[in-house]
């Protein structure tokens, strides 16, 4: 869901759909928390359906920098399965076999591939404004949704 380094910059926030194509986007200070953004992620979609629109995902996949007790709690609340890898403590002993690790991570990492090779003003930021950059973040996610409308 981010990306970039944790010293100066910013991270890019991505959430995305099972194909890899980004549904939402939000930049961050890179020395911020990236927990904290999941909830507004998940909070700036809106499935449209036949009947009313339903901002509840089924499951949502993320690496294990994201697991916290509190936010799968707050996940659980919302109705959202939480797939992330449990963290592994080098001073915690763990006993039998190690768990599989099943997450599809590799669709979000391919959104950001797509978007740095597509987009080179979001891989180097040349604005000053917070605002503008989101902006080209947001235009470059249109644009890779209306290239997939239009070759289908």
Not at 4 to 20: F, M, N, P, Q, Y
Not at 96 to 114: H, I, M, S, V, Y
Request: glycine share 8%.
């Amino acid at each position: 869901m981010a990306r970039g380094g944790k010293g100066k910059g910013v991270l890019i926030h991505a959430l995305t759909e099972a194909s890899g194509m980004p549904i939402a986007g939000r930049t961050t200070p890179a020395n911020e928390d990236e927990r904290a953004q999941v909830v507004p992620l998940l909070d700036a979609v809106k499935v449209r359906t036949g009947r009313a629109a339903r901002k509840r995902f089924k499951v949502l996949a993320a690496d294990k920098g994201y697991d916290s007790k509190a936010l799968r709690h707050r996940l659980r609340r919302r109705g959202t399965r939480a797939q992330f890898p449990k963290r592994v403590w080098k001073t915690k002993k763990t006993r039998g076999r190690p768990l599989k690790n099943d997450t599809p991570r590799f669709q979000a990492e391919r959104a950001f591939a797509w978007l740095q090779t597509k987009y080179r003003r979001l891989v180097v930021r040349w604005e000053r404004l917070t605002t503008c950059f989101d902006a080209f973040l947001g235009l470059g996610i249109i644009h890779m949704w209306v290239q997939r409308l239009i070759v289908g």
